[in-house]
């Protein structure tokens, strides 16, 4: 199982960046995808989750600014940022819990980061 990450860049504050995941290989299921970022010096947190379902779930920093959702017919889960910060730059991790089976555990897998910068 695979997670590809793509769409970080650099933008100005206030501008608008659109994150994408697809998640690849023998996949059953997959139950929560979320997106969580990492700035230089600080631990990793969540940013949002999305459940199969599509219940939704944000981090206060970017509530009402980030959207969160997901393509379960593609694996793919999305996250628009609109009006950003530049204390919003930061590389930035997709994560699934994904089945392989339908008796298995599900299990937590990891893209690559994406860079995001945004300048003031």
């Known amino acids: 199982v695979q997670l590809q990450a793509s769409g970080g860049g650099l933008v100005q504050a206030g501008g608008s960046l659109r994150l994408s995941c697809a998640a690849s290989g023998n996949i059953f299921s997959i139950r929560v995808m979320a997106w969580y970022r990492q700035a230089t010096g600080k631990q990793r947190e969540l940013v949002a989750g999305?459940?199969?379902?599509?219940?939704?779930n944000y981090a206060d920093s970017v509530k009402g600014r980030f959207t969160i959702s997901r393509d379960n017919a593609k694996n793919t889960v999305y996250l628009q940022m609109n009006s950003l910060k530049p204390e919003d730059t930061a590389a930035y991790y997709c994560n699934a819990n994904i089945l392989i089976a339908a008796r298995a555990n599900g299990m937590d897998y990891w893209g690559k980061g994406t860079q995001v910068t945004v300048s003031s």
């Open positions: 999305i459940s199969s379902g599509g219940l939704t």
